[in-house]
């Protein structure tokens, strides 16, 4: 059957920008999982995810999933690291790990709270003891906007499901190479910007995403407005190689366009790692699935993956 690899997400609402509330960009098994929830405005919105199946000749992998808890007080960013997971494997020496996805869902308001920003990310993995060792780490930034569920301060919390795959093979047929994070700065107007790797030569490649991040840097007179979401985008395409170098374009968006459209100054991180092989095949396909919703409700899709 292969391995779906996960290349990122893009959630767009139809009508009006929202609160953080509820989302999830996934595979599991053999399809993707969407859900997108919104604040106290009914919506229609799109959720797209970005997926390639590789078959190749010596890549093996083992899929699971770590669940944490970010809290903290209301503008305050909030940090969990889940537990170190160890992964045991008898070629663990070169192997990587790589998202499949995450899940995001607020438990503090039924509707969401304003944001500064989220992420996850896999950190870089190491062998210990005939085992791949990794920790999943989340961080969400509750606003402390002039707002009525958010204004009075206090303390806040966030689920935060991190998806994932580690990736093993045979040295001579797959290789792993991850990248320096891209860094894009933006005030709404992404640019075009390129992302670059080391490439190990084998006949073929794919890009993973090892974690992203999008952060809303406010200052000024506009330090506590404009901290919804109309659009927030991640991924990656467009690889191109040569010279034992990678190179693709990253799509990383950020949009709070409504009625009345705050100032952003968006900074975004992607890491990523390029999956080499000598045999086999990949095929990329992206997943759409529209939503529709009430108040503090989520809408919900689930697509199965092309064989």
């Known amino acids: 059957m292969g391995v779906a690899i996960w290349q990122g997400f893009d959630f767009h609402w139809d009508h009006a920008p929202h609160r953080l509330n509820g989302l999830t960009s996934k595979i599991v098994e053999d399809r993707v999982e969407h859900v997108f929830t919104v604040g106290r405005v009914p919506d229609r919105g799109l959720a797209r995810t970005w997926v390639t199946r590789v078959d190749a000749e010596g890549l093996r992998s083992v899929h ?76 969400v930034h509750a606003a402390n906007s002039p707002d009525l569920l958010t204004s009075g301060g206090g303390i806040y919390s966030y689920e935060v499901e991190l998806a994932w795959t580690v990736l093993s093979g045979t040295a001579d047929k797959v290789s792993f190479e991850r990248g320096r994070p891209v860094v894009h700065r933006h005030r709404g107007r992404s640019s075009e910007i390129a992302g670059e790797l080391r490439d190990s030569g084998l006949e073929h490649a794919v890009l993973g995403v090892q974690g992203f991040a999008v952060d809303q840097r406010f200052s000024g007179r506009f330090g506590r407005d404009g901290r919804f979401i109309r659009r927030v985008q991640t991924g990656v395409d467009d690889l191109s190689r040569g010279e034992r170098r990678a190179r693709y374009r990253p799509h990383l968006h950020f949009s709070n366009r409504g009625v009345i459209t705050y100032p952003i100054d968006v900074e975004h991180r992607l890491w990523t790692t390029l999956v080499g092989f000598r045999d086999g095949e990949a095929r990329r396909q992206r997943v759409e699935t529209p939503i529709s919703t009430g108040i503090g409700a989520g809408g919900r899709g689930e697509v199965k993956l092309a064989t």
């Open 64 to 139: 699971g999933s770590s669940t944490v808890t970010a809290t903290s007080l209301l503008g305050r960013r909030a940090t969990s690291d889940a537990l170190p997971v160890r992964v045991p494997l008898p070629d663990a020496e070169g192997a990587t790990v790589v998202l499949q996805g995450f899940s995001i869902r607020c438990l503090s308001s039924s509707v969401g709270l304003h944001t500064r920003g989220f992420g996850v990310r896999l950190s870089d993995p190491r062998v210990h003891r005939g085992g791949l060792v990794f920790r999943p780490e989340a961080w």
